[in-house]
């Protein structure tokens, strides 16, 4: 097989979609045509991680090759795991050189179609310092922040819904003092002055002002839709979203087709609420959840048949993938709303069980890869980054470590053992679990130093706060959880010293590494720092005069239209 001179590159990122959720990865009741094609026509692999089991640092390591610990882009407080307001100051930082940013230097013709998720402003409203622009693409339409329950009026509200709770009881206390001052009063047990009262009432309603600014608005504040720098909709009409993205892809594929092009388009499905056309409702076995991946496998169809007529397919490698495992924790009442992550234990949120890292990975390159092959070694979204500049022709970033490993030799089957020794599972700023992959066998271990604590107890998630703990409320472990991975990939089987003679010796390999891998951590700024987490009135994105914001321009535009 030959391999053309920059080839086009379509990335697919699902969100929140399980590994078994495919039927090319042995799902049955869940209909994915058009992922199953890209499998059977390429090539699959069945260890393929995640660096973070949430979406902001996943996608950081995605889009730059490295752990999100070294960009700052990882959190040390539990409620905070994934950036939360747009109006807020953290982003990917604007010395991180992204793989759009290395393929645009090679004259590629850069786009990203949907979420983003990685910040938007540092220091006023219109500084998009974190902007998709800003980071090597030359064309955005999408969500700057992501999908949330939020985003529909008619839904219960996701972002930091027990703090909410708290936060009206907590508002609701303090308002009532006012009026049980007025109790002595007026009933004349004794004096209470006004001024007293005034002072009371008044703090009620600052603190009520204070969180519910922000909370109260979620839906106008986060879910709004961009293209390039200009607000389209605010907040976004999010049952047209997905049209609208796919459309815009289309569109893309077009108007580049000519010259070399990446296209990253990365879906809001099956992210909560599980929004879907009103054709795929119902159409699958497994309800609200199924619906929805399949109208994403659709979707996927739409894009292969473009470059299928545009006759761009043998010269295109198309990857497809998730940006962590499924969400176990959202229910409709006794109905799961995530998806089903296989075999494998845990989910999104977990920094090492494997349901919450093990994504599908797929690659299909018609002229250079051969079809249906299955490859089972360890790899890495961050692998992503070194493999488009290997085939994109540019020049990897000398000044920084590169974490991802090029994936063309192993695609291609010129070697067939992964590069990675050992990978790093982190849970927010804490490393929870390492990998080892043995260079001399294909043995697998795999080492938990700490684990989450399930909720209730052994129903394998985090049911009572929705998301489970990096730190606080988990396990640690010594001497660790070691599991073969190879042999033992649902980690059913912990092994000790008495049932697996080399436990020490792997445990000291794996000490060994960790103490390596720090010395090449250095301090960054944190992006997920209080200050950077917080909502600030003067960064928000506003269509219109702050705090009235509003607009709907796709409409205008169709209405307009001749």
């Not at 905070?80 to 793989?99: D, H, I, K, M, Y």
């Not at 310092?129 to 009026?153: E, M, R, T």
């Not at 159409?283 to 959840?289: A, P």
């Amino acid at each position: 097989m030959t391999r053309n001179a920059r080839p086009n590159i379509v990335l697919l990122m699902a969100d929140d979609l399980g590994v078994g959720d495919l039927c090319c990865y042995g799902n049955n009741s869940v209909s994915t045509p058009n992922i199953d094609r890209l499998a059977s026509e390429g090539v699959r692999l069945t260890q393929h991680l995640a660096a973070a089991s949430m979406c902001t640092p996943s996608r950081a390591a995605f889009l730059t090759g490295r752990y999100p610990i070294r960009s700052g882009m990882v959190s040390p407080y539990n409620l905070n795991r994934a950036l939360t307001w747009l109006g807020g100051s953290g982003g990917l930082p604007t010395n991180e050189t992204t793989f759009a940013k290395l393929l645009q230097h090679r004259g590629y013709r850069t786009g990203l179609i949907g979420k983003w998720h990685l910040g938007l402003s540092c220091a006023s409203r219109d500084d998009h310092c974190y902007h998709p622009l800003n980071h090597g693409f030359h064309y955005f339409y999408g969500v700057p922040f992501g999908l949330l329950s939020d985003c529909q009026a008619s839904k219960t509200p996701e972002l930091h819904r027990w703090l909410r709770i708290k936060l009206w009881i907590s508002t609701v206390a303090i308002a009532l003092v006012p009026f049980l001052l007025l109790i002595p009063k007026f009933a004349h047990w004794f004096s209470v002055p006004w001024k007293v009262i005034t002072v009371f009432a008044l703090l009620a309603f600052l603190v009520f002002i204070s969180w519910y600014s922000s909370y109260g608005f979620t839906r106008r504040w986060n879910c709004i839709l961009m293209r390039n720098h200009e607000i389209i909709q605010q907040p976004m009409k999010e049952e047209k979203v997905a049209s609208l993205m796919l459309k815009e892809a289309l569109a893309f594929i077009e108007r580049v087709k000519r010259e070399p092009f990446l296209l990253f388009f990365s879906f809001l499905h099956v992210h909560t609420p599980l929004i879907s056309k009103e054709k795929f409702v119902g159409h699958s076995k497994y309800g609200r959840y199924g619906d929805n991946v399949e109208e994403m496998d659709w979707m996927v169809g739409k894009i292969l048949d473009a470059l299928d007529q545009e006759c761009l397919a043998n010269n295109t490698l198309v990857y497809f993938t998730s940006d962590n495992g499924g969400h176990l924790e959202p229910l409709d009442g006794a109905v799961q709303l995530g998806g089903w992550n296989g075999i494998y234990k845990g989910g999104k949120g977990m920094g090492g069980w494997e349901g919450g890292i093990r994504v599908p990975g797929i690659f299909r390159w018609p002229s250079v890869l051969e079809a249906g092959r299955v490859i089972n070694e360890p790899t890495s979204l961050m692998d992503i980054y070194p493999t488009l500049s290997y085939i994109g022709g540019g020049i990897l970033p000398q000044d920084r470590v590169i974490d991802g490993q090029n994936l063309m030799p192993l695609l291609e089957g010129r070697a067939s053992h992964s590069d990675h020794e050992f990978l790093f599972h982190y849970c927010g700023v804490y490393l929870h679990t390492v990998r080892w992959h043995q260079k001399d066998c294909a043995t697998v271990w795999k080492a938990h130093y700490v684990t989450p604590k399930f909720y209730p107890e052994g129903t394998g998630a985090c049911y009572g706060s929705g998301i489970c703990s990096c730190s606080g409320d988990v396990t640690y472990h010594d001497p660790p959880l070691l599991f073969d991975i190879s042999r033992d990939p649902s980690e059913a089987l912990p092994l000790n010293p008495d049932n697996e003679p080399l436990f020490d010796s792997v445990i000291k390999k794996m000490e060994a590494a960790i103490k390596e891998h720090r010395r090449t951590l250095t301090p960054v700024p944190q992006q997920f720092s209080v200050f950077n987490t917080i909502w600030k009135p003067w960064l928000q994105p506003c269509c219109g005069t702050f705090p009235f914001c509003g607009c709907d321009k796709e409409d205008d535009i169709l209405s307009t239209a001749p």
